[in-house]
Nanobody, 121 residues
Framework: QVQLVESGGGLVQPGGSLLLSCTASGSIFSVNGMGWYRQAPGKQREVVAGIISGGRTNYVDSVKGRFTISSDNAKKEVYVQMNRLKPEDTAVYYC???????????????WGQGTQVTVSS
C-alpha cells in the first residue's frame, strides 16, 4: 500500500507565503515524477507544478515566478513554496507521485487527499 500525505495548507493573506509538503510511505521501489495539482470551487483540476528525475521543473503560467517546486527523492517528499499568494490561488492542493512499487512492477500515479489553501484578507 502506498500513501501520500500533504501538509502545510491554511489561511493566508494576499501577498503571503505557504510551504506545502507531501510525503509518501509504504512499499516503494522508485519514484519518478512528482508534482502538485489544485482544484478551485467550480473549476477543473489543473497542474500547478511538476518535477522529474534530474530536477527539470514545469509550472502553469499563472504561478511562474511565484511558486517553486522541489523534491527529495531519498525521503520520497515533494514540496512547493508558494510566495506572493493571490486570492485566485485559493484551492485544494493535491500532490502526486509516479511510483514503481517493485523492480518488476509498472509505474503508476498515486495521489494525496489534498490540503486546503485559502488566500483571503
Amino acid at each position: 500500500q502506498v500513501q501520500l500525505v500533504e501538509s502545510g495548507g491554511g489561511l493566508v493573506q494576499p501577498g503571503g507565503s505557504l510551504l506545502l509538503s507531501c510525503t509518501a510511505s509504504g512499499s516503494i521501489f522508485s519514484v519518478n515524477g512528482m508534482g502538485w495539482y489544485r482544484q478551485a470551487p467550480g473549476k477543473q483540476r489543473e497542474v500547478v507544478a511538476g518535477i522529474i528525475s534530474g530536477g527539470r521543473t514545469n509550472y502553469v503560467d499563472s504561478v511562474k515566478g511565484r511558486f517553486t517546486i522541489s523534491s527529495d527523492n531519498a525521503k520520497k517528499e515533494v514540496y512547493v513554496q508558494m510566495n506572493r499568494l493571490k486570492p485566485e490561488d485559493t484551492a485544494v492542493y493535491y500532490c502526486y507521485m509516479n511510483i514503481k512499487r517493485t523492480y518488476g512492477s509498472r509505474w503508476a500515479n498515486y495521489w494525496g487527499q489534498g490540503t486546503q489553501v485559502t488566500v483571503s484578507s
